[in-house]
Structures are given as structure tokens and as C-alpha cells.
């Protein structure tokens, strides 16, 4: 019963069945391994820029003042490792070829420090330097076409009053270091300063604009931030780094359902090959059946004949999908890059047991279902008409 030709070899519409089911679960599981190793390269990317958890308040320009006890406060609660307060406002970067809207953070230098890991060229500010320093964003410092030690004016494009009028606040800095988190926005947006100088620039004094937050683990991060926001005044907030990306990983997110949607189709119509293998041995295995049920076979053994052969081409097409996605995922890994053009060229990939074994099951269940009604029929088959044809 398992043949497709009187010679005992396996007819083509079995070999296409195998083929079908292989290359369309081959292809769900590598699709979804890439997609989710983009996502865990983002979200990576995502996370060197930004801290785990930003407070502040709600307008975010309002300066909080005294926030030495505040930031006590937040350090004392559960679930929270870091604390770094912090001064974030827009200004204008000149260089002397051209001027560019960034956003500027102004952190301790106890902090920039951390950052030295993400600063390939150059080192942190130094507070005994002769011009306060500032670290540029790469791909900033590539558009304002500045170097190490480059000097650039840092411009508030709100006026302050002077002795010549209304007129914009700004500072001379040098550049004492590149800055790359491998987020391209970011790396395009952003400078840091020293606390004090960030301070200085915005004549807020003491200062700060909020509190940038780390956890002690990525996964607990919107429970700190809730625990965060119930110990706050209602005129701030507390924004996990997922909100204040949700557009983007909520996107992500869409595509890679669709992307398993789609897919499940493309593996259903592979399992309909199943269903038309069955039917056609059915149709041609009819005497045979006559003969079996003459000689004693039941209905249900007859049924589970044509079940345990559907599972058997389901099952070498599955591990040919197997197969087949582990020699994809290892060219992609080891040989394929992205072109030039991209900011990441190799591509990421993360295997996920649980969303693999998701799309085995559903490839389990669709070739199962594809056996009922060729068993079925052949469990119906009446053995004396069977017999006479």
C-alpha cells in the first residue's frame, strides 16, 4: 500500500508530496529563525542606545529640581540595578561646514564611562579639559563631517535675553570621541555631555530633565516600570523601552504573524498533495481493498492502512524540512551578508524551540487531517463491487 507503481518504486505524486511538505516547513522555519534573529539584533541595538526605563515628566521640557532624594528613592526599588539622572534637551550641532538638529543628553561622567565599550574612536569628556567636550553619534559626526578633536557649537534655538537683546545660547565644544550603538536614528540624533555642562547649556542650574533606569533583568521591565509609575507625582511617567519603540517591534511583530499565516497556507496546499496521493491509491488499490475486506478486514483497519501511510509521507516530508532549514540557516549564518548599503551585514539568526515546534504541530495536524476522508472512503468501499471492477 505504501507504493505508487506495481513495480514496487514510488510514483512521482509521492516524491512531489515529500518535496511539498519539505520545502514549505523548511522555509516557515528559516523565515522565522531570520526574523526573529532581526528582531533580537534590534532589540539589542535598541537597548545599547537607550536605558531599560525612562522617567521623567509628562510635558518632558518641565526641570525637576532636587532630585537627589528622588533618585535614592528610585535606586531602593525592587527589581531596579542602575539610576542615572539625566538632562535631554533639542538643540542645534554646527560644524563649520553645516548645521544639524540633534537631540543632546547630558549624563555623569561616571556613566559616559560605561559607554566606553560603544566608542570606538576616542574616550569620554574630561571635566580638566580646556573646552567642555562632547562624544557625537556616528553617523552625526559623519553628517556634520567632524573628528576627534574637531570643535563644534552646540545652539539652543530658544532665545535668551543679553545685554545685545534676545538672542540663541550657545557653546563652543571639542569632540572627544565617536559614539556607536549600532541604531542607526540614534547614532544620526544624538551627543552626550557632562552632566554639569548639559546643566550649564540649558541654565537650569541643578537641574535635570529625569532618570534614566536599568533592571536587573530585561524581561521584568514593564512590572519595575509599573512599580516605578505608582511611586512617582501624576505630573511624571515612567516609559519602558518598549513603549517608547512600540511602533517599530509592534510592526515587527505583525509581519512575523502574517509571515506564519502565509506559510500555513503554503504548507496546507503541500498537505492537499497528501490528500490527492491517498485518493489516487484508493482509486486504483480498490480490488485489493475488496480482497482485505473479503478475507476479514474491517472497516477501521482499512482506514488506519491508508492513516499510517499518510503519516508516512507526511513524515518524510517533514524531515526533510528539517533538513532543509538547517542548511539554510547555516548558509545564511556563515556565507550570506547583507550589501553595503545596510548598517548590519551579517545576518542575525535566532532559533526559538517553542515557535519551531508550533510549526511542526501545525504541520502534524494539517497532514492528519489530510488522511480522514481518503481513509474514509476507502474504509467504505463496498467489497463485492470492489471485487467485480
Known sequence: MLRGTERGTFSPMTVFAWLAIGVGVGTMCSLLSVMYGLESSLRDSVLKAYPHIMVHARSGTTPIRNYEAWTTKLRSIKGVKRVVPYVETEMIAQSDLRAIGSVVWGVPREDLVKLKQNIPQGTVPSPDSKLPQAIVGMELAHHLDVDIGNQLKIISPIKRGGALGMVPQAQTFEVSGLYESGHYDFDKQYLFLLL??????????????????????????????????????PEWTAQ???????????????????????LSFAILIAVMNISITLMMHVTHKRRNIGVLRALGATAQQIREVFIWQGAFLGMVGLVLGAVLSVIILTYVQNSYQFPDIYYVRSVPVEIRPLSLTMVFVVAIFLIFA???????????????EAIRE
Open 196 to 233: 554639569e555642562d548639559a546643566q550649564d547649556l540649558m541654565g537650569w542650574g541643578k537641574a535635570v530633565t529625569g532618570w534614566h533606569v536599568w533592571c536587573n533583568s530585561l524581561d521584568d521591565t514593564e512590572k519595575v516600570a509599573k512599580r516605578i509609575a505608582k511611586q512617582l507625582p
Open 240 to 262: 519602558s523601552w518598549e513603549s517608547f519603540n512600540s511602533a517599530l517591534f509592534q510592526s515587527l511583530k505583525l509581519e512575523q504573524y502574517a509571515m506564519f499565516l502565509v
Open 370 to 384: 489530510a488522511t480522514i476522508y481518503p481513509s474514509s472512503r476507502a474504509a467504505k468501499l463496498d467489497p463485492i
